[in-house]
């Protein structure tokens, strides 16, 4: 494929554009290259700069559950702007999307909508100190809940990929407040919690981690780390940014039946506008600010366009029973072609699914952790995700990321992919 006007593109933008790209991760620098600038994209496909066509299993990082410029979503946004863009007032739409996302989701009754997941997992967390009268919190190494200072402590996504996991910037007094678990270890998190009694506000994880591939729970850790939380009057926050609306409609506490104390949502809840929310039970929400003392607040939180993007969404999400069950079937028939081919021409592999959620490891070791998903960044996925390009497949340029499918996809869509991926490696 050719990308000349990509090239010449993200030339210019290096002069007025740190690193031409507005997040790290566009920019290419772990598998090289030049990034692809977009025209514009329509369901399962992007059109680039240079007229070539993509099978897109990106999917601005989740949001397009239900593919590119999915008309519902489109058409609310365009009725939504010519009657004003902004307002800084209440809009009747506003408790409408509430409305549906608490219907949807379990174990929440009120919800905030702010403008990101950044945002999202940033307040939830101040929420949730504020409400125990506790400073620290237990994140998990290789999850990412945005670039908030409190999180930049072994970070997952981008920041692992450009080898800044502890970013300058965060103090010390910060980063001393974070304290760091591994994944699917519930003894570590049981000695953290000994070793700091009384002083954890919260344990925040991804349910199913999507920031160093896609690395399910395994054992029913969420469950014991529900138990440790009860036993602990700590709060158990779930960063569903990437895994609400997408694994289930009640997200991830429905897929595995466990309660969190507070959810972080972004992504699909916003159907590509800029949206993230958070949200909990009455007692700990009435916290905040204008009922409680804990201050958040935003300018353009809750903005018309976000909230129409977003209601259409979730109203397509809610009115469509069988949407879960065909996104797993398409993830589960792309899982066993990659796997086959695999297999057949000898690649050293790992593939991790849950749902719509898949990554491949180019390893043997069985990936659970952020230790086990390092080993597949290597050469291997360098060549693959290349490949995969020349291919007209695009996959996420980093191998700490999932792939998020969408239903927009066909299943002749799958077998190109599986496809691509036998020429890459044959
Ligand atoms: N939490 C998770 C689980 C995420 O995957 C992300 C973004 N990839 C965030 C939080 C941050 O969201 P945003 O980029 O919208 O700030």
């Known amino acids: 494929m050719i990308y000349k006007r990509s090239s010449a593109l993200f030339a210019k933008a290096e002069q007025v554009i740190p690193g031409g790209v507005n997040s790290p991760v566009r920019a290419f620098k772990a598998v090289g290259g030049t990034p692809i600038f977009v025209k514009e994209a329509k369901g399962a496909y992007l059109y680039d700069e240079d007229g070539n066509t993509l099978i897109d299993y990106i999917n601005s990082w989740g949001p397009m559950i239900l593919g590119h410029a999915y008309e519902p979503v489109v058409n609310a946004v365009i009725d939504k702007a010519k009657k004003g863009t902004s307002f800084g007032m209440p809009t009747e739409i506003e408790t409408q999307i509430a409305e549906l996302a608490v219907s949807m989701v379990p174990n929440i009754d009120k919800i905030r909508f702010v403008n990101s997941g950044t945002e999202a997992c940033m307040s939830a967390v101040r929420l949730a100190r504020g409400y125990t009268g506790k400073d620290k919190i237990i994140k998990f190494a290789g999850c990412y809940h945005g670039h908030s200072d409190s999180f930049l402590i072994q970070a997952g996504s981008g920041a692992v990929t450009f080898g800044s996991p502890n970013s300058p910037g965060v103090t010390e007094g910060t980063a001393k407040d974070t304290l760091l678990a591994k994944y699917n270890d519930i003894n570590n998190v049981e000695a953290l919690i000994e070793a700091n009694k ?17 690395v399910p ?15 602990h009057n700590i709060l158990l926050i779930f960063d569903e940014v990437m895994t609400g609306f997408r694994l289930a409609q009640g ?10 104390d507070i959810v972080c949502f972004g992504k699909v809840i916003g159907g590509g506008l800029p949206v993230g929310a958070f949200a909990a039970n009455n007692a700990i929400m009435n916290h905040l600010a204008p009922l409680g003392p804990v201050y958040q607040a935003g300018t353009l939180s809750g903005n018309p366009l976000a909230m129409a993007a977003g209601l259409a969404m979730l109203t397509e999400l809610n009115n469509d029973k069988e949407i879960y069950t065909r996104l797993e079937e398409k993830t589960a028939y792309l899982h066993k072609g990659l796997a ?8 050293t592999h790992t593939i991790n699914r849950v749902g719509s959620m898949i990554s491949v490891h180019f390893d043997e070791t069985e990936v659970v952790d952020f230790d086990t998903a390092a080993k597949g960044n290597n050469e291997t996925f360098k060549t693959f995700f290349h490949g995969m390009l020349n291919n007209g497949v695009y996959i996420a340029p980093s191998a700490f990321e999932t792939w998020f499918i969408t239903d927009a996809l066909t299943y002749e869509d799958l077998d190109k992919t599986i496809a691509a991926c036998h020429a890459v490696f044959s």
Request: hydrophobic content about 45%; aromatic content about 4%.
């Open 340 to 347: 086959d081919v695999l297999t057949q021409l000898n690649v």
């Open 251 to 260: 997200g991830a506490q429905e897929l595995f039946n466990v309660k969190a």
């Open 198 to 214: 009384g002083e954890i506000a919260c344990i925040i994880i991804e349910p199913v981690a999507g920031n160093m591939g896609c």
């Open 217 to 231: 729970p395994k054992n029913n850790f969420l469950q014991q780390l529900r138990s440790l939380c009860d036993a």
